[in-house]
């Protein structure tokens, strides 16, 4: 009898715990295209995929660092939306993406929607809560589930490998370097007063109708010049880096990412932004353990979210040491085809960026667009600050010759 799916949780993953108990901290996707999504069909697909992947059907099992993720044996559940008024672009006409899943409690860290929509397409909605899976976990998974509805063989994982296993496996490997000045890291564009309304995030899609080389450090240098026509200061930005065949050949679910700090200095070009990031990887810097691991796993998590929330104010809205300029993710190609099944014909994916931080954005490309998504703090628009942000990142990128 095959032994049942169980893993530790991480210091990092208790800390997604923290933040998804501020607001939901997701790693969330949206594939649309044309085409009727029996759900009972979908529901096989994720049945079959769920068993070849058992990390997706875990359920948190235990207190403080002893706690684990363990298999339930039950799949992530398809659910059909009602009709909606959503094109897919932002959080506007979508009130179900707000809903959290809640694995702190006991409950799926994923699930699956099918939202057919008023524009004539159908977006098929995958859901997972960061705490149990990261950015390639979630690819994999998503792309398990559109093989079963192919009847293709699946891939399957039982790894039980975390973040916190490879930065045990390379901890002579990290620089001993002292660490980096604590300097006040900027936002990108300045937050309205407050309001007295709960947190709240809302995201934007970008498609732009081009595969841009070197997106991400391309963005990187056009974003630190935007945010400096608005006041001087330091920008640097949270770089996660997949440990899946660069640290580790265990292709796991779970969170198995590291995290590097891209710095960028006045009038930096793209080409020394990726030296930058290819160094830092090279020195083993992803490797780093978060600060103040043995704390995260031994403090219960609703204290740890009550001490973020108490400083949350100042985190976001003022300059400081701990925050960045924000976070950004390149999913690299991905091909729409690798999500086609009978009756349906994909268009395009998108993922949704976590709510955490001044600024997320996650670049995904395919043969011939780059698709681009941003959230921030809904104080950040209050003037509709964000939203001119992004039509000037649509303009700059969108003149041939001018991302960097």
Known sequence: MARRYSRRISPMERLAFAVNEIYHY??????????????ATLQAAVDRAAEANPAIRVRLKGRLGFARWVDSGIPPQVRVMPQANWDGNSEEGAPFLKERLD???????????????????????????????DGRGFMHWCYEVFRAMRGEPLHGSTSTFTDLDVQAQYADKVPREPPAEAVSTMSVVAAG?????????????????????????????????????????????????????????????????????????????ARNLMVQIHKRIQAYADCRPVPGKNALLWLPV???????????????????????????????????????FPGFVPKRLHGIPGAVGKLNIVFLNDNDTSTICFTAPARYNDQGQFDAFVEAFRAHFSQSGQEG
């Not at 006991?106 to 699930?111: C, E, K, L, M, S």
């Not at 679910?253 to 930096?268: D, I, S």
């Not at 300029?325 to 086609?340: C, H, N, R």
């Open 103 to 133: 694995g702190m409690r006991g409950g799926p860290i994923a699930d699956i929607l099918i939202v057919p929509c008023a524009d004539g397409l159908t977006r098929i909605v995958f859901r997972t809560q960061h705490a149990a899976i």
């Open 193 to 269: 007063p407050p309001d007295g309304a709960p947190l709240h995030y809302i995201w934007r899609r970008l498609v732009l109708d081009r595969n841009i080389s070197q997106l991400l450090p391309k963005a990187a240098a056009f974003i630190a010049e935007y945010a400096r026509r608005r006041e001087p200061g330091e920008v640097a930005f949270m770089i996660p880096v997949d440990y899946r065949g660069l640290r580790t050949e265990e292709l796991g679910l779970g969170n198995l990412t590291g995290y590097v700090r891209l710095t960028v200095p006045e009038g930096a070009r």
């Open 302 to 340: 609703s204290l740890l979210s009550r001490r973020i929330s108490t400083k949350i104010e100042g985190l976001l809205y003022h300059l400081n040491p701990v925050f960045g300029t924000g976070g950004l993710v390149s999913m690299g190609t991905v091909l729409p085809e690798s999500f086609a």
């Open 26 to 39: 997701h790693v969330d996707g949206v594939m649309e295209g044309k085409g009727d999504v029996d759900p």
